[in-house]
């Protein structure tokens, strides 16, 4: 069996998890999420917790497995603490301003790229060269960071860009290193 979907999944105190088939609704202090998993899969509420369980050993039912309960434990923790991606910007003169709910990201283009925060997603400026996403969907909060990345994704000669908090660019030597070896 999956380790990871035969795991029970705690259901904090102030959320309230609705189960109806293979349609999950979870509401806690941050909003409300939906989702609709495979009906073939069993997914019980007991004694304040989600356990997830598959009818046999297909390969369908053993990948669907491990993924309905991942899916479902981060709509329990996005409705409680949220999710959040932090974006850095490197460059001469690149910077990010927050322009009501949206940014406008100045990254080294004839004028300004303006980007609107999607519905239920806040972006957020903690100073002009780092912003963060923040909100209660993973996917989401995780596909707007990328969009914005994709604005200027890292150069690997100087490293200038848009990078998520933490990541690595790998550098190249320029022309000058290559011809003087």
């Known amino acids: 069996m999956s380790r990871v979907g035969r795991q029970p999944i705690p259901v904090p105190s102030g959320v309230?998890?609705?189960v109806d088939g293979g349609r999950v609704v979870v509401k806690g202090p941050k909003g409300q999420l939906e989702g609709s998993f495979d009906p073939e899969l069993s997914i019980e509420l007991n004694d304040?917790?989600?356990l997830v369980s598959r009818p046999t050993d297909q390969p369908r039912h053993r990948s669907?497995?491990?993924l309905t309960r991942t899916l479902i434990a981060n709509m329990v923790?996005?409705?409680t603490d949220g999710?959040?991606?932090s974006l850095e910007i490197h460059g001469v003169g690149y910077?990010?301003?927050q322009q009501g709910k949206g940014v406008e990201l100045h990254v080294g283009y004839s004028k300004p790229v303006p980007f609107p925060a999607p519905e239920g997603i806040e972006l957020a400026v903690e100073s002009p060269t780092l912003m963060h996403v923040r909100g209660i969907d993973k996917q989401s909060v995780g596909e707007v960071a990328a969009q914005i990345r994709r604005v200027r994704?890292?150069?690997p000669y100087k490293g200038k860009g848009i990078r998520y908090r933490g990541e690595h660019v790998r550098r190249k030597a320029g022309k000058a290193a290559a011809t003087a070896g």
Do not use: A, K, T
Request: net charge negative.
């Open 95 to 97: 910077r990010v301003l």
């Open 64 to 66: 669907m497995h491990g």
């Open 48 to 50: 304040g917790q989600i």
């Open 153 to 155: 994704p890292p150069e």
């Open 16 to 18: 309230e998890v609705n």
């Open 83 to 85: 999710f959040e991606r």
């Open 77 to 79: 923790e996005g409705v």
